[in-house]
């Protein structure tokens, strides 16, 4: 039998145990297809499961700018209810699961195998708090009373640590490099022809949500599809800014167009703030930042004006129509925060009720608040369901691990890296301060395809030298 390899430098190839698990994957895939043929999504989830774990084995590198492409795919809704969107369809007697469940499970696992597989990791010292918060969390589902949707939010925080990793084994030259911007691209175009075919068919009732218009591309909920293309607008910006040409300038209209389209507000900071970091890393800090700035203020004066003649927007950012009359301060203290607030007193009174410092054990919040309202499964607040589930040591843990990853990018800004290393730098600067900033009111944790893939995707980039001989020379016209 020939051994498959993996495309890496320094990876070995790949051994019998791998091949022989390969095997018994797909053996598995096909045995559950034949017992549950009358569930075609479930053949579709355990097919592209089979095949991204085939490829993760013989050629990993490709395995991971799929699951790049497949960010934009919006495959979480196949099979769900339209009553009920937050249904697992997929072996419901299991607990349920949906596509990208099974991708991430089976993923996860093929990842680790062949990080574990390929000899010592090199790790940032920096980066280690944050996997010190990945092990607390894993620890605490001993103690854990809802240990199913603990184990669903470990793999969640997991597996983007684990992107990380197999991006620094297996990206190694510019070509490699390319070739992965390429997929991820290629699927934010691909979910934004799917929007413009379903504006086609449906029009504007295909984006309603709730009484709201909030676009997406079709079958994905709009807030994680928004962290979607902000990641993509952070990329393509930065790209742009760094002077690799006008095409992905016009590739960062296109995506950040649709990010506000999709009228998740929280993303909409998280954007201002992308380009505020991406101008202030730019050398010429002042004159960048007081341009960004002016980007910034002309397109919510613009923004202001629209809102004030859209009836509808209104509703969407005030829960009714706005008084003309109101000052600034009103208008922010009647910013209609969908709920939030209840669920937040909710959350925070319960942790209160348990032990401070460890907490309930990780996915303890899912079932309490499922318990307590009918649409509200998670705290829409990262820090503070990381407070409930985990205490003040979790918490304590999760905020080091993001500090931790700050101070790994900025001290990379400090040292003489390569022009390719520093461009990645900033966009995974962005991208991380994006993701703080979401997680004030949102879950990113639980947008593992969507989103939090690409900043660890971003950060292991950062952190990976390519050798001068290795890279490709600059097209005249892009420089």
Not at 200 to 226: I, K, N, T
Not at 257 to 281: D, K
Request: aromatic share 12%; net charge positive; charged share 10%.
């Amino acid at each position: 039998m020939r051994r498959f390899k993996v495309e890496s430098g320094n990876w070995a190839g790949g051994t019998r145990g791998e091949n022989v698990l390969t095997l018994l994957v797909g053996g598995l895939g096909v045995s559950l297809c034949l017992v549950a043929m009358y569930q075609p999504v479930l053949l579709l989830a355990l097919v592209l499961a089979g095949m991204l774990a085939i490829l993760a084995f013989s050629r990993a590198s490709l395995s991971l700018k799929l699951v790049l492409l497949l960010g934009g795919i919006p495959m979480e809704s196949l099979g769900a209810s339209e009553a009920d969107p937050a249904q697992k369809p997929l072996l419901v007697t299991l607990g349920g699961t949906t596509v990208d469940g099974a991708c991430l499970v089976v993923l996860s696992a093929c990842f680790a195998l062949l990080l574990s597989s390929s000899g010592q990791l090199s790790m940032p010292r920096r980066f280690r708090p944050y996997l010190y918060f990945v092990g607390f969390l894993a620890l605490s589902l001993l103690y854990s009373g809802s240990r199913l949707d603990g184990l669903r939010l470990v793999l969640k925080v997991t597996y983007p640590v684990l992107v990380f990793f197999v991006t620094v084994k297996t990206i190694k030259t510019q070509q490699e490099i390319d070739s992965a911007l390429q997929y991820w691209i290629a699927g934010g175009l691909l979910a934004t022809l799917i929007g413009a075919a379903v504006f086609l068919v449906r029009g504007f009732s295909g984006f309603m949500w709730g009484g709201d218009f909030r676009y997406s591309s079709g079958l994905l909920h709009a807030s994680p599809f928004s962290m979607y293309m902000f990641a993509l607008f952070g990329l393509c910006y930065g790209l742009w800014r760094a002077g690799r040409g006008g095409r992905f300038g016009a590739l960062a209209v296109v995506f950040g167009v649709q990010a506000l389209m999709s009228e998740t507000r929280i993303t909409w900071a998280a954007m201002a703030f992308g380009v505020l970091v991406i101008e202030g890393l730019m050398g010429k800090a002042t004159r960048s930042l007081v341009r960004a700035a002016g980007t910034i203020v002309a397109i919510g004066t613009v923004f202001f004006y629209v809102m004030q003649h859209s009836i509808g927007l209104q509703h969407r950012l005030f829960g009714g129509e706005l008084d003309p009359g109101s000052s600034f301060a009103e208008m922010v203290q009647n910013v209609n925060v969908t709920g939030r607030t209840v669920v937040w007193a909710a959350t925070y009174q319960d942790y209160w009720s348990h032990n401070h410092w460890i907490g309930q054990g990780a996915g303890s919040s899912a079932p309490f608040l499922a318990g307590l309202f009918e649409q509200a499964g998670v705290p829409h607040n990262e820090y503070l369901r990381i407070l409930h589930d985990i205490g003040v040591v979790g918490l304590a843990l999760f905020l080091a691990g993001i500090i931790g990853l700050f101070r790994l990018l900025r001290s990379l800004l400090g040292k003489s890296i390569t022009k390719q290393q520093r461009l990645f730098v900033k966009v995974a600067l962005a991208l991380l301060v994006g993701y703080s900033v979401i997680a004030i009111s949102d879950n990113p944790l639980d947008y593992y395809f969507f989103f939090s893939q690409y900043v660890f995707f971003c950060i292991g980039l950062a952190t990976v030298a390519i050798p001068s001989e290795n890279r490709l020379p600059v097209p005249q016209g892009n420089r």
